[in-house]
């Protein structure tokens, strides 16, 4: 006699919760003494090559929100465009420059900010040149596999025309998620970068 299979329901789903705060920023939500300043949280020193830029904006749900809960980080090449780091080949980074920030979103605007250096154009590949870019890597409450995209900077129109990633958007419409317009604050060049998960004005992120 065949027995009965007892149909087991499936577990409820688990998001990412706040908890990535409690260990990449400790500082930040008031948890001292592990480290004097939470990582990622500078990038430049008074020596740092470049111009010096602020990068700021907010991660926007479905809804049109902000979220104040998003943790981001960020990779980028130096002004000469040299990363920081052991598979470089081309040349040496400066070494008082990182290449790389980790900042959350404000508690209570959902703004983030990072305080860096314009960065130099990079190869793609297969030799041709990238326009200035800086990468950005996002998770927060309800991302369960982080998301990546890139900053292009309005300023450099040519450059971004001739970019080889930029090229590959089929939905031309789609290439303004990816470029933050400069202003000026206080006399200091800023680039504001609006991420957008979900909806009309969703932001491009990259499979890599």
Same mark, same amino acid.
């Given at each position: 006699?065949?027995?009965?299979?007892?149909?087991?329901?499936?577990?409820?789903?688990?998001?990412?919760?706040?908890?990535?705060?409690?260990?990449?920023?400790?500082?930040?939500?008031?948890?001292?003494?592990?480290?004097?300043?939470?990582?990622?949280?500078?990038?430049?020193?008074?020596?740092?090559?470049?111009?010096?830029?602020?990068?700021?904006?907010?991660?926007?749900?479905?809804?049109?929100?902000?979220?104040?809960?998003?943790? +981001?980080?960020?990779?980028?090449?130096?002004?000469?465009?040299?990363?920081?780091?052991?598979?470089?080949?081309?040349?040496?980074?400066?070494?008082?420059?990182?290449?790389?920030?980790?900042?959350?979103?404000?508690?209570?605007?959902?703004?983030?900010?990072?305080?860096?250096?314009?960065?130099?154009?990079?190869?793609?590949?297969?030799?041709?040149?990238?326009?200035?870019?800086?990468?950005?890597?996002?998770?927060?409450?309800?991302?369960?596999?982080?998301?990546?995209?890139?900053?292009?900077?309005?300023?450099?129109?040519?450059?971004?025309?001739?970019?080889? +990633?930029?090229?590959?958007?089929?939905?031309?419409?789609?290439?303004?998620?990816?470029?933050?317009?400069?202003?000026?604050?206080?006399?200091?060049?800023?680039?504001?970068?609006?991420?957008?998960?979900?909806?009309?004005?969703?932001?491009?992120?990259?499979?890599?």
């Amino acid at each position: 006699m065949v027995q009965s299979l007892d149909r087991l329901k499936e577990s409820p789903s688990q998001t990412a919760g706040p908890y990535v705060h409690i260990g990449c920023t400790p500082n930040w939500v008031g948890i001292t003494g592990v480290w004097d300043e939470d990582l990622g949280s500078v990038l430049v020193t008074p020596e740092t090559k470049g111009e010096r830029i602020v990068v700021t904006g907010r991660v926007i749900d479905g809804s049109g929100n902000p979220l104040k809960d998003a943790l +981001l980080e960020i990779w980028q090449a130096d002004a000469a465009g040299f990363h920081n780091s052991p598979a470089e080949r081309r040349g040496k980074a400066d070494p008082a420059f990182k290449g790389w920030g980790r900042q959350p979103t404000d508690g209570t605007t959902g703004v983030y900010r990072f305080e860096t250096i314009k960065p130099g154009p990079v190869p793609f590949p297969d030799g041709r040149p990238m326009a200035p870019h800086i990468t950005f890597w996002i998770v927060a409450r309800g991302i369960n596999v982080g998301l990546h995209t890139r900053l292009y900077f309005g300023d450099e129109e040519a450059a971004n025309a001739a970019d080889p +990633l930029l090229a590959r958007i089929e939905n031309r419409a789609r290439v303004a998620t990816l470029i933050a317009p400069r202003t000026l604050v206080e006399g200091v060049p800023t680039y504001t970068f609006d991420i957008h998960l979900q909806g009309d004005r969703e932001t491009v992120f990259l499979d890599i």
